[in-house]
């Protein structure tokens, strides 16, 4: 079987579906002509893993079907993509299929690498090895934080990009002022071991994580790279970036954030970059070499934070520049670089990181957004899930 489709969507993540719906909102008889390349059954509003990790969510409210995401109109093809043919504008999927297209969106997303650190598959979901990076084991994270009595709890960021590069540190957060409520702080050594150089890349909000973390008592400890688990020993395993000498660190509970990579089918493409991202125009999003095959989401190789709220910003670039490709118009929407992270500081506390390419704040609101807020906090869990499955993926914001 081979199809031909006007516009082939490689993904249906948060940026697959997003801009699958408004190509079909700004163009009415593409419908049909799309269609969006995705194995999954399910879909997941994956930012709200770190409020159930915590207890203060449910992870089944996160969960969707694929049918009820996918917009009308839309064409779902229930396969994985495992190869690009580009001289041919064709795809070839893992059952043997190939799909044919006039443009091409790469959407596909990041890929969870548990194989990156020695022995965390195994150890994952049992005694007190834990991680918000899988529907499956969010429960878990806090059935761990939950049943803490005291020791060494220690929290990861790897030395890869990552969805969302505040999430490792948000739970951290979470956990401390857990066993601050429950009278175990006192018992408790938390650890940050990040790959990082600092708590955050953004100077603004850097310096008020600082103080967080002044404030909390958490030990942290920058170019520190989680590359194994020694789960019968409760040991962790950190290399220093800069000097290569390994630290073992004894824990009680370890949530690990794991590394990431670019998935296989795209990094072995030509469409990659040789850090294996699609290699697009900043700001078109259009790609450097194939003018008719576009990239956003985590897998375009773009100098900003990779997340859900640079996606949608990312959307209606893209489908503008698409509808207008397909008009023979010039290229005339641009991305900024626009990305945003809510840290989460506590129970009721959230820091609305906003910025731009240059990590230049660029913020939504006439305040302080550097201050931890209870406001934010109500934003990022109750509206932020409505305006994702009500507006984003519908198109509309």
């Not at 031909?4 to 997003?18: E, K, M, P, Q, T």
């Not at 049918?67 to 109109?73: D, K, Q, R, S």
């Not at 993509?81 to 596909?108: C, H, M, P, R, W």
């Not at 220093?240 to 794991?258: A, C, S």
């Amino acid at each position: 079987m081979n199809k031909r489709y006007r516009v082939v969507i490689v993904g249906g993540g948060s940026a697959g579906i997003s801009t699958a719906a408004r190509l079909l909102n700004g163009m009415k008889s593409l419908a049909g002509e799309v269609a969006v390349v995705d194995p999954a059954d399910k879909h997941y509003y994956q930012p709200l893993w770190t409020l159930v990790g915590g207890g203060a969510a449910k992870k089944e409210v996160t969960e969707r079907s694929m049918e009820e995401v996918i917009p009308a109109g839309v064409v779902w093809i229930q396969q994985a993509a495992a190869s690009f043919k580009l001289e041919k504008s064709e795809i070839q999927l893992t059952n043997g299929d190939a799909v044919s297209y006039d443009y091409l969106v790469v959407a596909a997303g990041i890929e969870i690498y548990w194989d990156g650190v020695k022995g965390l598959k195994e150890a994952l979901g049992k005694g007190g090895v834990c991680s918000n990076y899988s529907y499956e084991y969010t429960d878990y994270t806090w059935e761990t934080i939950r049943t803490f009595k005291g020791g060494n709890a220690v929290f990861t960021h790897p030395a890869t990009p990552v969805k969302c590069g505040g999430a490792p540190q948000k739970i951290m957060y979470l956990a401390e002022d857990y066993f601050k409520h429950t009278g175990i702080r006192d018992k408790a050594n938390v650890i940050f071991g990040s790959a990082n150089p600092a708590i955050f890349d953004v100077q603004k909000y850097r310096e008020t994580l600082e103080k967080v973390v002044e404030r909390k008592k958490i030990d942290t400890r920058f170019r520190q790279n989680l590359i194994e688990i020694r789960a019968d020993k409760k040991e962790a395993i950190f290399e220093n970036l800069d000097t290569k000498e390994k630290t073992t660190v004894k824990y009680d509970m370890i949530h690990v954030t794991p590394p990431m990579r670019a998935p296989a089918f795209i990094s072995k493409s030509l469409l990659a970059t040789e850090t294996g991202w699609v290699n697009v125009h900043p700001y078109t999003l259009q790609h450097q070499k194939y003018e008719n095959v576009f990239a956003l989401g985590d897998c375009a190789d773009l100098p900003t934070s990779k997340t859900g709220a640079a996606i949608r910003k990312q959307a209606p670039v893209v489908a503008e520049n698409l509808l207008a490709l397909m008009k023979e118009e010039p290229l005339e929407a641009a991305y900024d670089g626009y990305s945003s992270c809510p840290l989460v500081t506590g129970y009721n506390s959230l820091v609305l990181a906003e910025f731009k390419y240059g990590k230049i704040p660029s913020e939504s609101f006439p305040i302080n957004q550097a201050k931890e807020r209870r406001s934010m906090y109500i934003i990022k869990k109750d509206l932020l899930p409505i305006m994702y499955w009500d507006g984003m993926l519908k198109g509309v914001m």
